[in-house]
């Protein structure tokens, strides 16, 4: 939900607008926050000039007043409560309510006006990353501005003069509170409403947290060893689906502001680089693509024609960022039986979680089945469920979801794709290979292990 005084603004923006006399404008612009992670109906401009707005996965973009032809806009720094998918919530910091703050959307040529005003219990400034603008508007605490003290509210004011995807962020006291969740995208629209026209405009940034089972707020002094890898704060299963109508020009654009790079993949389609964080890709330099690498501090805007029915992985390729709240610390234990250690252990240590037998894919049920219960707050490593059983994923991971028919507002979950008779996987349902040999049990391990050693030096003085 949007909160109540957003909805006055939504339903009736340029009807406030009209009725707002030079007095009220003198003030700062009204304070519209949002509550929640769902994906807001997209914000289609009433004043200023035309664009196709975009839709921010599990976000919103933020109404703006205009005041003499200029755009303003208030942010307002401070702690939030995100959840982050169903059952696990996260104390952030953020923008005007949750994590990452509104998106931004501009039209290039636009004066913009950004009221911030600070609530946090430190000094903050916004950097507005990839804007060509004044040097005292960059916002770098210390270099060119003072910091803003909490309590304080700052006036930033430039020309959108490039079209393309930004992002903002703080400029002081980053470490602390990029890694706290203060971030938000910002799309500068062509002048031109009709150049570079997509169907579907989606928008997300990739943040990362270490969220201690049963805790809320992130660790901020983290480098690498981060448990949840997010797209808009958000971690699967919470993140919305993209859906688009069969035949579509789908347009994802894309930001890094995690420590590390993020090889982001699609099923089923390829597609074009679009975009960068320094402006649009002239057509003869794309190339086709499938997996397209986000460094830290990039952004990326990829376009394809959504021609092939289904749901469609949508993730980055690293496959540990697409878990949950795993500790690395577990030892390799395929191979090795360790049958009711788990519930032992659960006992003893309630975060305890081990490698499978098998592999990984038996957390799945460990988790779900409660034979090993999940501390409070937090999720289990691997998650979701298909039409086909457990999909066995968390973190950077969602889908496309490709259909023949889709109003054009529509930014919901259509739900499962059904597959037509005949166009999927199948078992074998013939004579099988001979069955595997059981696994040699553990306390034998040593002994064959002895024997291997020896054997390649008999057979080879056997030659
Ligand atoms: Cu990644």
Known sequence: MVSRRAFLQFSGAALAMSAVNKAALAGLPELVTIDNADTQKLLYPETGRPYHPVATLNGWSLPWRMNNGVKEFHL????VRREMAPGMVAHLWGYNGQSPGPTIEVVEGDRVRIFVTNRLPEITSIHWHGQRLPNGMDGVSGLTQPPIE?????????????????????????????????????????????????????????SAYDIDPGSYTP???????????????????????????????????????????????????????????????????RWPEVTTDVGVGQSRAIEFIANELGDWSFHCHKSHHTMNAMGHQVPNMIGVSQRGIAEQFGKLVP????????????????????????????????????????????????????RKDLPKDFYGDPGF???????????????????????????????????????????????
Request: glycine share 10%; proline share 9%; net charge negative.
């Open 219 to 285: 660790r901020t002094n983290t480098m690498l060893e981060f448990n949840l890898w997010a797209f808009n704060s958000r971690v699967f299963p919470g993140i919305a689906p993209f859906v688009a109508k069969q035949g579509e020009k789908v347009r994802i654009r894309i930001g890094n502001l995690t420590m590390t790079n993020h090889p982001i993949h699609l099923h089923g389609h390829e597609f074009e680089v679009a975009g960068t964080g320094g402006g649009w890709v002239p057509k003869a330099a």
């Open 417 to 463: 794709y059904q597959q037509p008779k005949g166009t999927s996987a199948y078992e074998w349902a013939g004579a099988l290979p001979e069955a595997p040999q059981a696994p040699v049990p553990a306390k034998e391990t040593p002994a064959a292990v002895e024997l291997q050693v020896k054997k390649p030096g008999h057979e080879h003085a056997g030659h």
């Open 150 to 206: 909490p309590g304080k509210t700052y006036v930033y004011e430039f020309e959108a003069k490039r079209a393309g995807t930004f992002m903002y962020h703080p400029h002081a006291d980053e470490m602390t509170q990029v890694a706290m969740g203060m971030m938000g995208m910002w799309v500068t629209h062509p002048k031109n409403p009709n150049s570079m026209k997509v169907d579907r405009d989606y928008a997300f940034l990739m």
């Open 351 to 402: 975060d305890y979680m081990q490698m499978g037998e098998t592999g990984m894919a038996e957390m799945v049920d460990m988790a779900e089945m409660m034979s090993m219960p999940l501390p409070e707050n937090t999720l289990p490593m691997m998650a979701g469920n298909g039409p086909f059983g457990a999909l066995a994923m968390g973190g950077m991971f969602t889908t496309l979801k490709v």
């Open 76 to 79: 307002v720094a401070e702690p």
